[in-house]
Every structure is written in C-alpha cells, then in structure tokens.
Nanobody, 124 residues
C-alpha cells in the first residue's frame, strides 16, 4: 500500500497562484505516475493533470492548460501542481492520485491510490 498526502490548498483571489504538493509514502516502487483531479461542489470529480514517472511526460485538461504546471521531485516521491492565473471556476477540492502498473491517464478508475484532498477556493 502507498499513502498520498496533499497540502498547499487555501483561499486566494482571482489571478493569484497556489502550489499544491503531494507526498507519496509506503510502497511507492511500483507507482508509474501520478495525477491531480478536482471536484467542485455538486459536480463529478474531473481530471486536471498527470505526470508519467517513467518518461516524465505530462498531460493537462484543456481548462487548465497554460495556467497549471505539474512536476515531480524524484528523490522525495513528491508531485507538485503549480497553479497560476487562478479563476473562481478553479474552486474545488483537489485530489492527488497514483497509478500502479499502468501509465497515468485521464480515467479515474485507473488510479489505485488517492489522497484525502485539499481545498482550493478562488474568490472573485
């Protein structure tokens, strides 16, 4: 089992920035990649971004492309999500997730491990 812990959420004004972190611990040797998803109140959880640990390729939802950047720290099994030019519609609980044995994708069911989430609120 691996455990994921997110941090870095908070309240920010529109146009501002936040950086989310996700630390993986435990059995991390078979993690192929990690992703960020978000869930706004009353809506389904949606894909935000992912990073493939094997080849360092990244993917972004169209809604965040050009504003968010995903990166990783290999030595600390940590993934970051730098969020710039935040908009009120970015308000949601953000979840970190990891895939085991498969490369990360946009599909929630392919992620084996999930964090507890961190709230991001963007005021207008």
């Amino acid at each position: 089992q691996a455990q994921l812990r997110e941090s870095g959420g908070g309240l920010v004004q529109a146009g501002g920035s936040l950086r989310l972190s996700c630390v993986a611990s435990g059995r991390t040797f078979n993690i192929y990649g990690m992703g960020w998803f978000r869930q706004a109140l009353g809506k389904e959880r949606e894909f935000v971004s992912s990073i493939n640990w094997l080849i360092d390729s990244t993917d972004y939802a169209d809604s965040v492309k050009g504003r968010f950047t995903i990166s990783r720290d290999n030595t600390e099994s940590t993934v970051y999500l730098q969020m710039n030019s935040l908009k009120p519609e970015d308000t949601a609980a953000y979840y970190c997730a990891a895939t085991v044995g498969v490369v990360p994708s946009r599909r929630r069911y392919e992620y084996a491990y999930w964090g507890q989430g961190t709230q991001v609120t963007v005021s207008s």
